[in-house]
């Protein structure tokens, strides 16, 4: 299975300010996404991060808020944009893998806290 | 997706077999059933997943019943390090990116 690592793993961050997390996968990987998961709450996908394109968003969720990029295929990042304590979430970035890519792996998370 | 059904909560001792219920029967016939768990404060990991046959992995067996509406995860010899969140997830339209709900939450005690 891939190795996935998310920088950061945590932070702490002000109102209004953007914090980007970083998603690298060792190895090549065709469809890469980020989910969010709110305190006491499951998982939700934000987007799906297409290579070379622009990111396709699940209902709810904006690029103006949450900008994503993937400019190859083994890193993305995701960015949360002009913050306010309600973004304060676990992101998690994750990629379809198998013999037909059909197991979803994750990276261990970035844990968010907006003050 | 379609619609799955867990237990909110069950509990095992360390040990004994863990069977995890889950419920399906809107399933379509070529909606796989998958299974994932969430170890507080780690990303979820994926355990194993199957159509028709019973699955068996270094992890877990899944049993799935003959007409599709319901299958079973079983943990053959349950460990504290079990304790977790399991998703039981059948994704749609062809699909392999699942939609993740409450899940059973299984704690193992000692």
């Known amino acids: 299975s891939a190795v996935i690592s998310q920088k950061p793993s945590r932070d702490i961050c002000q109102r209004g300010t953007s914090l980007t997390i970083q998603c690298q996968v060792d190895s090549q990987v065709t469809m890469m996404f980020w989910y969010r998961q709110q305190p006491g709450q499951s998982l939700t996908l934000i987007a799906t991060?297409?290579?070379?394109?622009?990111?396709?968003?699940e209902s709810g969720f904006v690029i103006d808020k949450f900008p994503i990029s993937r400019p190859n295929l083994t890193f993305s990042t995701l960015t949360v944009s002009n913050m306010s304590p309600e973004d304060s979430s676990i992101y998690l970035c994750s990629v379809l893998q198998g013999l037909t890519n059909e197991k979803l792996f994750f990276g261990s998370g970035t844990q968010l806290s907006v003050l | 997706d379609a619609k799955t059904t867990q237990p909110t909560s069950m509990d095992c001792a360390e040990g004994r077999a863990a069977n995890l219920p889950c419920n399906h029967s809107t399933i379509s016939g070529n909606e796989y059933v998958y299974w994932y768990r969430q170890i507080h404060s780690q990303g979820p990991q994926y355990i194993i997943h199957?159509?028709?046959n019973n699955e068996t992995n270094e992890m877990a067996s899944l049993i799935i019943t003959e007409d599709r509406k319901s299958s079973t995860l079983i943990l053959p010899h349950a460990t504290l390090r079990d304790t977790a969140v399991y998703y039981c997830?059948?994704?749609?339209?062809?699909?392999?990116?699942?939609?993740f709900g409450r899940g059973t939450s299984l704690i193992v005690h000692p």
């Open positions: 991060a297409n290579q070379g394109s622009e990111a396709t968003y």
């Open positions: 199957g159509l028709k």
């Open positions: 997830i059948a994704p749609s339209g062809g699909s392999y990116i699942p939609t």
